[in-house]
C-alpha cells in the first residue's frame, strides 16, 4: 500500500536540545554520544571508553550529577557539566492503587504531560511506558483515545520513563553492595499513551537503550511493543527492535473493528492478518499476543470466539483478554463475568492459551484503556463520545 505521509510522524517530534541550551545525554544512543562528545573536546581517541563509562553511571548506577562520576578526572566532569545534562521527566503526581500498582504523571518539555503505569506481581513487575502524547488512534473503546494527539516523546522522554520509576523503586544499585539479581522492574509494555509505530525510531532508540547490557539490561523477551496495526512498520519491529509483538485487535469483522480501532479502515484484518502470518520473528517459543477487550454486545458472543479463532488458524498466538476498563462517559460496558469466561473457554477448546487479564489500578484510573493526561480529562459527554464512535 501506497503512503503518502511519513508513518513515523517525525514533524510532530521536537528536539531534545534547546536552543542555548546545554544537550541532554539521556536518549542518545552510543554512537551519538560518542559524537557530541568529540564536538564538545573529547579526544576521539578517548571517545569510546568516556560513553561507556558516562553509560553505566546513567543507566546502570542511576547518576545523574556528573560530579559524582569518580572515575572521571574533575577536570573532565566539570566540562561535561558545563555542556551536558542528564535530565529525565517530572514526576508532577504519584498514586498507588489498593493494588499496589503505581501511576505517574510525568510533564515533559512544552509542560505536556503523559501517564506511566507500574504493575506489580508474584514474579514480575511490568511498566507500561508511552510513546506519545495524546494518541493518533481514536479507538472509541479507549480514554486515550479521546485526547487528541499532541506530539511524539522523544528517545529521552520515553526511556526515561523507566529511569524515573526505577527511581521510585529504589531499584538502582547501593554502592559497594552485593549485586541483586531480584528485578522489581523487569518487563516493559510499550501499552500505555499514543500508537508505538507512529513513533518507530524514537521508541526503537529507547529500547535499544533499555536492552544494552552494561546498563537497564532488559532481555529483549520482556519487552512487549502493542500495535493497533500500522502494517507498513510490523515487520521493522522484528528486525529493529526484536521485541514481543502484541496486536491491539478487539473485533472479528472488518464493521466492528471500524468502529472499534479506526486503523481499520487503512489496513483492514486480512492486511494486518497477511503481516502477521510473515512477521520475522513469529514462531511457537515467541507468539503473537492478541490482545481482545471484552465490550457487552459488541464483540463478546460465542460467535465471536469461533470466528477469532478462525482468522487467526496458522499463527502462533496467544489471545489476551481484557475485561473493558470504564470510564466516565464511555459509551461502552463491560462484558458479564459468565460470557468473558465462555468466551474463552472457545478459544482454549481451540488449542489456544487465553489469559483473562486481571484489571489492576481501575481505583485510580491506570487500567487499561483508562490513561490521559490530567490537563487533558475535561469530560466529553457520552452523546458525543458515541457520536465519534459511530454507533
Known amino acids: 500500500m501506497t503512503v503518502s505521509t511519513p508513518i513515523t510522524q517525525d514533524v510532530l517530534t521536537i528536539p531534545r536540545k534547546l536552543p542555548d541550551g546545554p544537550m541532554n545525554l539521556v536518549g542518545l544512543t552510543r554512537a551519538q554520544m560518542r559524537d557530541v562528545l568529540i564536538e564538545h573536546g573529547t579526544p576521539e581517541k578517548q571517545a569510546k571508553m568516556r560513553v561507556g563509562q558516562i553509560w553505566q553511571w546513567i543507566y546502570e548506577k542511576g547518576v545523574r550529577d556528573f560530579a559524582v562520576m569518580s572515575n572521571l578526572a574533575k577536570t573532565y566532569r566539570a566540562e561535561l557539566a558545563e555542556h551536558f545534562v542528564i535530565e529525565v521527566p517530572e514526576v508532577v503526581s504519584k498514586q498507588v492503587s489498593l493494588d499496589g500498582t503505581r501511576k505517574y504523571l510525568m510533564r515533559i518539555a512544552g509542560g505536556h504531560e503523559v501517564e506511566t503505569v507500574y504493575i ?79 513513533n518507530f525510531d524514537n521508541v526503537r532508540d529507547a529500547m535499544k537503550i533499555a536492552m544494552d547490557p552494561e546498563g537497564i539490561s532488559l532481555s529483549r523477551r520482556r519487552i512487549t511493543l502493542s500495535t493497533s496495526g500500522v ?98 462517559g464511555s459509551p461502552y460496558e463491560r462484558s458479564d463475568w459468565s460470557r468473558i469466561e465462555a468466551f474463552a473457554d472457545i478459544i482454549y477448546k481451540a488449542g489456544y492459551a487465553s489469559p483473562i487479564r486481571t484489571p489492576r489500578g481501575e481505583d485510580i484510573m491506570a487500567a487499561c484503556g483508562q490513561l490521559k493526561s490530567a490537563t487533558e480529562r475535561a469530560r466529553k459527554s457520552k452523546k458525543a463520545i458515541e457520536a465519534e464512535a459511530g454507533l
Request: hydrophobic share 40%; with cysteine.
Open 120 to 198: 506489580p506481581e508474584e514474579d514480575r513487575g511490568t511498566l507500561c511506558i508511552s510513546s506519545q502524547v495524546g494518541c493518533t488512534l481514536t479507538c472509541s473503546f479507549c480514554h486515550t483515545g479521546t485526547q487528541k494527539l499532541v506530539r511524539n516523546l522523544t528517545t529521552a522522554e520515553i526511556i526515561g520513563q523507566v529511569l524515573v520509576a526505577r527511581d521510585d523503586l529504589g531499584e538502582w544499585p547501593e554502592p559497594g553492595a552485593p549485586k541483586n539479581e531480584t528485578r522489581l522492574l523487569s518487563n516493559i509494555v510499550l501499552m500505555g499513551m499514543g500508537e508505538p509505530l507512529y
Open 231 to 328: 502494517v507498513p512498520e510490523i515487520a521493522k519491529t522484528a528486525q529493529e527492535i526484536g521485541c514481543q509483538l502484541a496486536i491491539s485487535f478487539h473485533a472479528t469483522t472488518d464493521e466492528v473493528r471500524d468502529k472499534l480501532v479506526p486503523i481499520n479502515k487503512k489496513w483492514n484484518i486480512m492486511e494486518l492478518l497477511d503481516a502477521l502470518r510473515t512477521y520475522p520473528k513469529v514462531s511457537n517459543s515467541e507468539r503473537i499476543t492478541f490482545e481482545y477487550v471484552m465490550l457487552k454486545d459488541v464483540n463478546d458472543t460465542d460467535a465471536d470466539a469461533r470466528r477469532l479463532v478462525k482468522l487467526i488458524k496458522g499463527i502462533p498466538a496467544k489471545i489476551n483478554l481484557i475485561p473493558f476498563n470504564e470510564w466516565p
